[in-house]
């Protein structure tokens, strides 16, 4: 008998591990400027041999439990309407043991919707399904996430998940080159969502 696939459901997504068959998919969404623009770790300008690295890298991070970049498909049609991604970063097969132990019960939240999909809430509806399964499954204890001071839309997100402000002013240069921009990090304990160990 073979597992079942990983999926998790939402009322109107299904969120899978990427796929070769998402290089597309995926060039689409971080090709396009005003995606790219307020992420700190995507090259730009993002070319098709990018977009195969990301999906290799995905998939590798999966197999290992260092991350579940996920894609967010449309029950409705199959459409990949975006990304929401966790990185564990104390199974990642390259930290050494004082980084595990620094990140042991850490994940990372992050999330991209391709521009045509905007304001219909799937940022919103896959990473609460994400947070639920990185605190219900994973067990982790705390998520960061990171946003831009003008990036209202991704505040909104983590704000509405009742993520609150852990480290303000964080000062980010992006990958692709240009000026630092200034965003917050904020965090979410698992203590602050889960009935059972409130006191
Ligand atoms: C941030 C992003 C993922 C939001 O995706 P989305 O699916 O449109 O978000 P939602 O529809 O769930 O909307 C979330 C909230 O932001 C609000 N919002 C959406 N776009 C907005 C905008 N341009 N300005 C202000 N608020 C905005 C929505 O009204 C909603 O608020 P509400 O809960 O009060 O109704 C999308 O804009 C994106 O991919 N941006 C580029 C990548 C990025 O910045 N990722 C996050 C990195 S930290």
Known sequence: MTAAPFALDTPRLILRPLADEDVAA?????????VAKTLSRIDHPFTIDAARRFVAEARAAFASGAGYTLAMVERDGGAVVGIVSLRVPSADPAATDEERAADAGLGILGYAVARP????GFA???????VE????????DRLQASALRDN???RR???RLAFAVAEAGIV???????????GDRFVLWRRQTDPSRRR
């Open 157 to 159: 997100v983590i704000e």
């Open 124 to 130: 919103s509806e896959g990473a609460r399904r994400m």
């Open 152 to 154: 209202p839309a991704s």
């Open 133 to 140: 399964f990185a605190f219900a499954d994973l067990r982790l």
């Open 172 to 182: 980010e240069e992006p990958r692709y080159g240009g000026p630092p921009r200034v």
């Open 26 to 34: 995926i060039h689409r969404l971080y090709a396009d400027w005003d």
């Open 117 to 120: 999909h905007w304001r219909r």
